[in-house]
């Protein structure tokens, strides 16, 4: 396949994350001893970032505040991504207050500049030649031009390009609603949900159940699970389980993003699924060993 095809453009979210990993159980009303860390985030950043690293070309359109542009263009630029990224004049750059419990995590979010990212910054000359975009659930839920975000969806199709979704967020699918949810997928062609994704997509609870019904839905379905790996559903296969890469599990943040990007840069290559997967989870078994979302530098 021709280098120009393996371009990914990735559309969404950039984040400052705030990663909380309590040493002792936590102590309402009192102090409890933690590692605090600081790192540049965002599902969609994370993803691109990933996807340099593996020196797969990579373009992430995404917004800020506008006093942070200039960090985060250098940020992500390191990682080999060619970073589209506006500013925001009045809202600040999205935050998130990561609480690791083992392999669980809750999210304390603000949105900021995320919310005002416009889906027509994506061109069709971005979109031209190259072989995936990448959308997260974030940008579907808090879009604001939801018309704009379909249309996207569509250019992209009209350009050959396949259009890859990672729902991002159970939560959010559930407040947004299930249906509009789908909808609003109904253009993609690779779906990445993890398990609590997929059963508030689906009502399925069994996983593999959960994969085979999003794989009459859609082409390709990689449905992880943490330590137990993904299930991988192509053109509406038989379920097929991909064991994790054991490893030593520090910070779980940014693990699915890390897979999307393995699944992706071996995908945009050649489209076997179970590969791309197999891919996926290599890169996933480095991200849990370090804390924050992106690759060691």
């Given at each position: 396949?021709?280098?120009?095809?393996?371009?990914?453009?990735?559309?969404?979210?950039?984040?400052?994350?705030?990663?909380?990993?309590?040493?002792?159980?936590?102590?309402?009303?009192?102090?409890t001893?933690?590692?605090?860390?600081?790192?540049?985030?965002?599902?969609?950043?994370?993803?691109a970032?990933?996807?340099?690293?593996?020196?797969a070309?990579?373009?992430?359109?995404?917004?800020?505040?506008?006093?942070?542009?200039?960090?985060?263009?250098?940020g992500?630029?390191?990682?080999?991504?060619?970073?589209?990224?506006?500013?925001?004049?009045?809202?600040?750059?999205?935050?998130?207050?990561?609480?690791?419990?083992?392999?669980?995590?809750?999210?304390?979010?603000?949105?900021?500049?995320?919310?005002?990212l416009?889906?027509?910054?994506?061109?069709?000359?971005?979109?031209?030649?190259?072989a995936?975009?990448?959308?997260?659930?974030?940008?579907?839920?808090?879009?604001?031009?939801?018309?704009?975000?379909?249309?996207?969806?569509?250019?992209?199709?009209?350009?050959?390009?396949?259009?890859?979704?990672?729902?991002?967020?159970?939560?959010?699918?559930?407040?947004?609603?299930v249906?509009?949810?789908?909808?609003?997928?109904?253009?993609?062609?690779?779906?990445?949900?993890?398990?609590?994704?997929?059963?508030?997509?689906?009502?399925?609870?069994?996983?593999?159940?959960?994969?085979?019904?999003?794989?009459?839905?859609?082409?390709?379905?990689?449905?992880?699970?943490?330590?137990?790996?993904?299930?991988?559903?192509?053109?509406?296969?038989?379920?097929v389980?991909?064991?994790?890469?054991?490893?030593?599990?520090?910070?779980?943040?940014?693990?699915?993003?890390?897979?999307?990007a393995?699944?992706?840069?071996?995908?945009?290559?050649?489209?076997?699924?179970?590969?791309?997967?197999?891919?996926?989870?290599?890169?996933?078994?480095?991200?849990?060993?370090?804390?924050?979302?992106?690759?060691?530098?």
């Open positions: 396949m021709p280098e120009l095809r393996r371009r990914i453009v990735v559309f969404g979210d950039v984040i400052d994350d705030i990663v909380v990993v309590p040493q002792e159980p936590v102590r309402p009303d009192t102090d001893s933690s590692s605090i860390r600081h790192r540049a985030g965002g599902s969609a950043a994370n993803v970032a990933w996807l340099g690293s593996l020196d070309p990579v373009a992430l359109v995404g917004i800020v505040g506008a006093e942070d542009v200039d960090r985060h263009t250098a992500l630029a390191a990682f080999g991504v060619r970073p589209l990224i506006d500013g925001h004049p009045e809202l600040p750059t999205g935050t998130i207050v990561v609480i690791v419990d083992g392999e669980r995590r809750t999210m304390l979010t603000e949105r900021g500049a995320n919310s005002r416009d889906p027509r910054r994506v061109t069709d000359e971005l979109l031209d030649g190259a995936v975009l990448h959308l997260t659930g974030y940008s579907i839920v808090d879009s604001p031009d939801p018309d704009a975000l379909a249309d996207l969806v569509r250019r992209a199709t009209r350009c050959g390009v396949a259009v890859s979704v990672d729902p991002a967020s159970a939560g959010y699918i559930l407040d947004f609603g249906s509009r949810f789908l909808d609003a997928m109904s253009g993609a062609a690779l779906v990445f949900p993890n398990l609590d994704e997929g059963r508030a997509l689906t009502g399925e609870s069994d996983p593999l159940e959960v994969a085979a019904s999003l794989g009459r839905r859609f082409r390709v379905v990689a449905l992880t699970r943490g330590a137990d790996g993904a299930i991988v559903v192509q053109d509406g296969g038989a379920p389980i991909v064991p994790a890469v054991p490893s030593r599990i520090l910070d779980p943040t940014g693990a699915g993003d890390a897979f999307c393995g699944f992706l840069s071996a995908w945009s290559t050649l489209p076997d699924a179970v590969a791309a997967a197999k891919a996926g989870v290599r890169v996933a078994e480095r991200a849990v060993t370090a804390i924050g979302g992106r690759p060691r530098r």
